[in-house]
């Protein structure tokens, strides 16, 4: 039962370099999400999707690109990497509304 | 506004003891869910308890129950018999309905230290 599966766990980028986070999840979830978490904070939504091909920006989407070709996937895209990035990120699914989100492990980005 | 409000950044507790956690929100919506996680330093996002805007009686799990003050928005978190496995980050959150899709909005976070 793999649950939210993130990779990598950790990167270290050069700004202005381009990556994509990889999300996948097997629960048949409609409803993917990405998050940030900065010391000290909470997570703040960047973007989220309510089913394949469907998405929107969140509280912090600039500098994020999203996709949804498959309802099991959600890559994260940072076009250009930015100090300002350097953070732990989160992605997260969940089905119907009165379903608890399940969170992956994380990823660690460290940005130069 | 949609904020979490945590107004404790750090809480320390005996072992064995009792803590309160608190919350509390503003949100205009009636139909929400009020939800408490728990982050330990493995990085983890693992759900503690949830409540149901709809539902007068307190949720409980095992050690951990919450006080649900619906009039006044707060949500607090009581940890009993605190154990060493229970130091973690604590984050309070609530989840709307928002043109069809969730959104989850989380307060900043509680630390919570266990002394033994």
Known sequence: NAGVTQTPKFQVLKTGQSMTLQCAQDMNHEYMSWYRQDPGMGLRLIHYSVGAGITDQGEVPNGYNVSRSTTEDFPLRLLSAAPSQTSVYFCASSGVFNQPQHFGDGTRLSIL | ?116
């Open chain 2, 1 to 116: 506004a949609q904020t979490v409000t945590q107004s404790q950044p750090e809480m320390s507790v005996q072992e064995a003891e009792t803590v309160t956690l608190s919350c509390t929100y503003d949100t205009s919506e009636s139909d929400y869910y009020l939800f408490w996680y728990k982050q330990p330093p493995s990085r983890q996002m693992i759900l503690v308890i949830r409540q149901e805007a709809y539902k007068q009686q307190n949720a409980t799990e095992n050690r951990f129950s919450v006080n649900f003050q619906k009039a006044a928005k707060s949500f607090s978190l009581k940890i009993s018999d605190s154990q060493l496995g229970d130091a973690a980050m604590y984050f309070c959150a609530y989840r709307i309905r928002v043109q069809g899709a969730q959104k989850l909005v989380f307060g900043q976070g509680t630390r919570l230290t266990i002394n033994p």
